[in-house]
């Protein structure tokens, strides 16, 4: 019995309670008198443990005539009881997960010094841009088109336009690709009124996705395992938009919406 005993301590059971619930097994309808002469416990010992176990859902008392007897319930219960707590317990992990980047960087917030952000794979680059579109500033942003639309599926890509959209965020759009794709800079600037212009991908294609908002830097890589980061900081957000303003310019031509003067 030894050995059952130590196994049902796995399942967060004392000694006593593994050793009740296993004589209440063996015994059937059984009362806590004999419970207590099978276990070699007194009855006082045995009705606190009973308790405990019926408590748990693991044991339940019937009467029979009058007389009240317990009967344990099938060892099958208790891998359905531990099942669940683990799913529990793996969804309050997502939730605390989930909040990871914003404790850590409370943790290393200091007066001056800028919170930094990480999130990795496709549910970490989901949630970002969940993040960006809670922000309601304004947005400056260069485009990976190729990248951006191979990682999210169309359907996923206008609803986190959509969503943008309607929370009247206004943006300027640098669109990097080898040809430009002259439908969708056109349909992205009459459907949700942004300025949209095309630069050339250059000697090598770029997979790195960067935009400005407020005091909010948010960077994307989508080579390998997807990574995003948001930088919050006054100073540099506002040095990364003089940066893209300069490359703004530089993407003056025939491609843009509206049209460049």
């Excluded at 100073?235 to 310019?249: D, K, P």
């Amino acid at each position: 019995m030894q050995f059952l005993v130590d196994q049902l301590a796995h399942a967060g059971m004392s000694e006593r309670e593994a050793r009740v619930y296993l004589v209440s097994l063996s015994l059937g309808k059984a009362s806590v008198q004999e419970i207590a002469h099978a276990s070699q416990m007194t009855r006082t010992t045995v009705y606190n443990v009973v308790d405990a176990i019926v408590e748990r859902g693991l044991m339940q008392a019937v009467d029979v005539d009058g007389k009240r007897l317990l009967i344990a319930e099938s060892p099958e219960k208790i891998v359905q009881m531990l099942k669940r707590q683990a799913e529990e317990l793996i969804g309050k992990i997502d939730i605390v997960e989930s909040a990871l980047p914003e404790f850590i960087a409370l943790e290393n917030q200091k007066k001056g010094r800028p919170r930094v952000y990480f999130f990795e794979g496709k549910k970490g680059i989901v949630q970002l841009a969940k993040r960006y579109e809670e922000t309601t500033a304004d947005f400056y942003e260069i485009v990976p088109f190729d990248a951006l639309r191979e990682f999210f599926d169309e359907h996923e890509f206008d609803s986190h336009k959509e969503t943008v959209c309607k929370n009247r965020m206004t943006g300027k759009i640098i669109i990097v690709a080898d040809k430009p794709p002259i439908e969708s800079m056109k349909r992205v600037h009459q459907r949700f009124g942004w300025e949209v212009r095309y630069l050339e991908t250059g000697s090598s294609p770029l997979s790195g996705h960067i935009s400005v908002k407020g005091d909010e830097i948010y960077g994307f890589s989508y080579d390998g395992i997807p990574i995003g980061v948001v930088i919050e900081n006054e100073s540099i957000a506002g040095a990364m938009r003089q940066v893209f303003e300069l490359a703004w310019e530089s993407a003056v031509s025939e491609v843009s919406f509206p049209a460049s003067r």
